[in-house]
């Protein structure tokens, strides 16, 4: 709740305990988020980083007709 660059926690169920939408200027920023950040968290045994290419589709919209 009190790191800015977190946009996104969401609890998860299956392989992973949580996802993160960490918002940071570029690769070296993140690289330095996770070791100032993610790695001092107790209780954090591993982190898994994936990062979209290409964004293919984005809506709130949703189809409740």
């Not at 926690?9 to 392989?15: E, R, V």
């Not at 305990?17 to 001092?40: C, G, M, P, T, W």
Request: aromatic share 6%; proline share 5%; hydrophobic share 40%.
């Amino acid at each position: 709740m009190d790191i800015p660059e977190i946009v996104e926690c969401q609890l998860m169920a299956g392989d992973c305990d949580f996802f993160l939408r960490i918002v940071v200027s570029d690769l070296e920023a993140y690289r330095k988020f996770q070791i100032s950040h993610l790695n001092k968290i107790s209780g954090i045994q591993n982190v898994k980083t994936e990062i979209p290419l290409q964004k293919i589709k984005h809506t709130t919209e949703l189809p409740l007709d």
